[in-house]
């Protein structure tokens, strides 16, 4: 059973720091794309960033410049660095990667992860 496994939320003051990862457990065969999406308290789960098994970035307006993700494929893990953190950044992060577990690719997702801005 392939399961996507997180770290690194927690609480932090504005302007702070934090870097999130995510990693999956169990076999796998290929995995593709790989992103981090977060959902507010009464708000829809939207994109925050994703990364092609290539490399290739994109990125939500409201963090471009202030968020990178990237991904080491020896590990099959993503990252997603966040920097200059403000308090509407606050939410539950998941993290979302295309896996091959078998013979079909499928949309795995975290369990989430807090990440709360607040002085």
């Known amino acids: 059973q392939v399961q996507l496994v997180e770290s690194g939320g927690g609480l932090v003051q504005p302007g702070g720091s934090l870097r999130l990862s995510c990693a999956p457990s169990?076999?796998?065969?290929?995995?593709?794309?790989m992103g981090w999406y977060r959902q507010a308290p009464g708000k829809q789960r939207d994109l925050v960033a994703v990364?092609?098994?290539?490399?290739?970035?994109n990125y939500a307006d409201s963090v471009k410049g202030r968020f990178t993700i990237s991904r080491d494929n020896a590990k099959n893990t993503v990252y997603l660095q966040m920097n200059s953190l403000r308090p509407e950044d606050t939410a539950v992060y998941y993290c979302?990667?295309?896996?091959?577990?078998?013979?079909?690719?499928?949309?795995?997702w975290g369990q989430g992860t807090q990440v709360t801005v607040s002085s």
């Open positions: 979302n990667a295309k896996i091959r577990d078998g013979w079909y690719w499928r949309d795995y």
């Open positions: 990364i092609t098994s290539a490399g290739s970035t």
């Open positions: 169990g076999s796998i065969f290929g995995i593709n794309d």
